[in-house]
């Protein structure tokens, strides 16, 4: 028999981190009697705010119940195939992070091993044209990844109307009786003296909420386990130059591609993100480098449009020391905020989610869970933290100081061993609790230039003649296929 059983949780917050809190936690929990409250902060969204995902999102709608079509309609979604990133070198083209894999293996040999070989040999064929993903894409048609694919891996993400996203998660879980209470703000948090829990948070009409587990969900303000607890926040700066967001809105794009772009500039980057009712335009930069005002009218030289409603917001990569403090944990931006570079905000709320799923403690004494939670999720944060230094780190801008700061700076002893091996020899390393899977960093390194001196030599087994002819017929196999795709417009008709 458990002393003192965990009975309710609350979770504090706003937005996406607060409702797909709620719903994942409901539904994951519903029948076993625990009592889950929300209490609601006014939201931060703009119009033009837009929620980028990547893949793998589907899993957790159909937890929640939603379905993929009757979403997208409600929330002007498209799908997206992957990201594309330009201007990041003086000298190499863009280059295409699909959301899946190149090619296939050939002999039992890793097809980039392959392909290194080929290039050393002549091949004048970039590494992304051997994706299915990557020329659906830049061709703008899209499939749902089935059938004949090669057993190459296909996936892909969203790009949500951020307000209409949380509307329907929030109706969602609403109509199914869950605890909710709207407030303007926390007047206080409580904490017992002698443990240091929280045990209530009390809101401007005097109303307390009381809970045996609260979970943080109140984005980078972090006012439970950052304010009222008082975890430390740890900064990333020295590796994440940017530290302002200006989100604004432009006409939607007419032939509408199945990919988010992302454009360098002198001072950071701009990213647009195709809806169907416009295109979500982010400019993302070092305020000591430019104004707001150079700001937006960078974005609009370089989106070649004109903006609506332009928002400017500052943030600083990093994260708290801990994720789960005492009895509070923080999940999305009140754990870490992350350079918005490669979209996973969502996937940091699903991954911090999904291990609370599997370690809701059942006791209030929940120090082994906070443990094993800490460091499985912080070690998590870590590996997303070191796949987007690396759009920096590997940038080929010369001579301008934003960037050739960027390419001179020290990276964590585990991304500097994992970038020396795959330069080496091709080799990647692969550490636990890693978001973004191998074909990701294969994709994003090869991408950026970092192309492996040397090859794995069991590669060498085939003859030359019988590699160009099985590369022909990759190539050949992925134009059919996207020939007889459909047009993203279609898929929304």
Known sequence: ???????????????????LAANVLWNSFRRTGLEIVAVELPSQLRPADVIPTLRN???FHDLMRIKEAPLMAATQATFSLGQRFIGFSESRPPFLHAYGDSGWAINRVAFHHQWVRARAKGLDVPYDDFSLNAMAALQGRFFVPAGDTEGQECDYGYHFDASAYCQVLKQVILESGIGHVAAARLNDVSRDPDSGDITAITLPDGQTVTGDLFVDATGAESLLLGAAMGVPFQSWAQWFPCDRILTTRAAPIKAMPAFSQVTAHHAGWVAQFPLRNRTAVQQVYAGSQMTQQDALDTAARMAATEFAEPVVRSFTAGRRQAAWSHNCVAIGEAAAVFDPIDSCSIQVILTGLSHLTSLLPLDRDMAPEAREYNLNVLTSLERIRDYQICHYKLNQRQGEPFWDRCRAMAVPDSLAYKLRLFEARGHLVEYD?????DYDWRAML?????????????????????????????????KTRVQAMKPMDAHFT
């Open 1 to 19: 028999m458990l002393k003192s059983p965990i009975r309710k949780v609350v979770i504090v917050g706003r937005d996406e981190a607060l409702w």
């Open 57 to 59: 999102q589907q899993a």
């Open 433 to 437: 609790d890693e978001t973004f899977l």
């Open 446 to 478: 090869i991408g950026h230039g970092l192309i492996p001196r040397a090859y794995d030599i069991v590669a060498d087994h085939l003859p030359e003649n019988e590699l160009a002819e099985r590369l022909q017929k990759m190539l050949g196999f992925i």
